[in-house]
């Protein structure tokens, strides 16, 4: 049962991706009947609610990340009533559903950005269409530049996957058009020009026809981006720590209007719906105003889950978040891991050898650039960092995010032949970034095929490593030390006590005590009437004597807490 008020302020949102769950279809590739297969295991879980990254139609040049119909559902991975289906089934699990949004950019697959090409300015300035892409004369709906005659891009702006942000577009005959479409991501990602009413209208009646379906909410993705400094400044050089509104086409204050407008339309609806925002801003206090009460409900804590594997920073960007979010009165939204950065347990391994670990695993998190992935890691010491880290963030004030396989411990796979890999990032600078397939290898569910159980036996679009034999959820299911075993007893014990999980107003939230160093260590008070809940993570190398009693709840590793002794690297629940 959750608690709070609203059943978003404590929610334990499960993130699923399509290509990568489970392929009822036998095509490689996963699809919605295959996740509907899977309704009984999320159940079990213990999770509150499902998001789904995008399911729309798409060339899959950014894995649908690149939608060409935001009405309807990708072939490859089933039908309008597939969709519906899963609705259905997760409803009738007690589970709430949301769904992916790409409001930054269309594909250029999609009919407006098709249709801009087939108009180009000389022919004719006046038709529609043109106007959608641009705030110059020509298309309307998406950004285009003409500049320098069309002998370069407009100005400095570099593409998140590398490269320029610019492409020149050509007409239907192939030939140049003198003019340049911005796209922040793949160039098969046209950004559109929010500018436009009629962009806005358009997306409205999307958020519509979802919510009349029955979902519960949506995940905005780039949710910082879709607003662009008017005339399209250069992009200052950006030194690390600058907040990100220095860059002219990041968190722009042009965008929250807009998603005040969304709010209007969730706030159409009964029972409420609700939206969680994509937003790479920092500092926190600029993260929350995306937060504010007539705006987006929640948003991910991206500083926390960037965090390196340090008490002091840890606990000082959980103090600032809280602090941060508790002025727009939202809760925090605990996330460790996702479809774009490496697994946590491959991300806290430290690099044999290296001193600079702790540097060296922090890099490894931004979307699209990466650490060492050719260094030998301790991936012993990485799975018990992530399994200690998922019991911290499951005890935190909030709601909390888990990706699929993070359950099951996966590591990072780098062993991706480079004819098999299919980031963006990766094609566009030629391996130099390896970019993000290493997150996106489909899930081992047993040791039934050659498949792990993905599907009926066709190779994976991304191949599974042979050490997952160990991990797939079928041998997990059996042993009581397992990550998965661990995930659904933390899940099961977050919703019987209740002093987890959401914010009250009647008692602080969460109250640090003053430890030793390599101890990031916290209570949550008592409430409705259960009993106050302290939570213990070692971070340091030795273990460490607790002076505090109080009985064990949980802890990350069985063998990890002994006669009030904790291991390194593991993560303890009492009772306090
Ligand atoms: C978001 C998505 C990422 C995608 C990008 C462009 O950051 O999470 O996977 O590549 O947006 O849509």
Redesign the pocket.
Known sequence: MLRAKDWWREAVVYQIYPRSYADASNDGIGDIPGIRSKVPYLKALGIDAVWL??HYPSPML??G??VSNYRDVEPIFGKLEDIEGLINDLHGAGLKMFI?I?P??TSWDHPWFKEAIANPPENDPSVPAKARYADGPWAKYHLLRGQNGGKSEPNNWES??GGPAWHELNDLTGNPTGWWYLH???KS?PDLDWTNEEVRADFRQTLRFWFDKGIDGFRI??AH?IAKADGYPDCPEITEGDPTSKNPYWDQDALHEIWRDWRKVADEYEPQRVFVA?A?VFPAERNARYLRADELHTGFNFPFLKCPWDTAKLRETIDMSLKANAIAQAPTTWVLE???VWRAATRYAPVTGSTEEIESNARQMN??RDGDWKAQRDLEVGLARARANLLTMLALPGSAYIYQGQELGLNEVFDIPADMRQ???FITTGGKLVG?DGCRVPIPWDNSNDTFGFNAGTPTWLPQPDSWKKLTAAEQESDKNSTLSLTRNALKLRKELSALGGLTEDVADLVWDETDNDLLSFVRPARLGGRAVRCVMNMGKHAQKLTFGGEVLLVSDEHGYDDGLLNPDTTVWLTA
């Open positions: 990254s995008p950014d894995a990340y690149d992916d790409v930054n950019h998140v996957f922040i991501f793949d990602q993705d780039v981006g994509e790479w996702n479809h774009d979307l699209g980031d963006p990032s993000r």
